[in-house]
């Protein structure tokens, strides 16, 4: 599970809207170090307790969300503590036997593509919105012999 990855099409998104490109390589930077000391820590996903190894991620998660533009922040921080929760209910459930290891990878799976579709979705929005926004503005066009070229 790489945050950094699955957050990829949400920071293009965000570049593509006209947000800071040095804020988002720093966050994203950031993400994957923080990711990678989880998994030098906590190398085996799936070796109790899992609580530990989840705690670290959803540190590292929302250090990356706390870490962009205000509005982003704001914007995605009920997605990230909502996923969060569930991570950490699937972990403890596991964790005390309550589930099996194919339950928890179904709930960890379930509450990670919740958090990817909501996601997409405002990433969706945004670039339906950044086209619309191009699409109305007034077009300038000039004629060059049998050419028209609109820009």
């Known amino acids: 599970m790489s945050g950094a990855i699955k957050l990829t099409a949400f920071v293009a998104s965000l570049l593509l809207t006209g947000c800071g490109l040095v804020a988002f390589e720093e966050a994203g930077s950031n993400l994957d170090e ?6 030098r ?12 190894r989840i705690d670290c991620v959803v540190s590292a998660r929302t250090h990356y969300f706390a870490s962009l533009p205000p509005y982003y922040a704001k914007k995605y921080f009920d997605i ?23 339950e928890f990878e179904a709930e960890m799976a379930s509450a990670q593509l919740r958090f990817n579709a909501v996601i997409e979705q405002h990433t969706n929005s945004a670039a339906m919105l950044a086209a619309a926004q191009r699409a109305a503005r007034p077009q300038t066009c000039t ?4 050419t028209m070229t609109c820009y």
């Open 34 to 39: 923080d990711l990678a000391i989880c998994n």
């Open 41 to 52: 820590l906590y190398p085996n996903k799936r070796q109790k307790p899992t609580l530990p």
């Open 80 to 102: 990230n503590r909502l996923t969060a929760a569930q991570m950490r209910v699937a972990a403890e459930r596991f964790d005390k036997g309550i589930s099996t290891e194919a």
């Open 143 to 146: 004629a060059s012999g049998n």
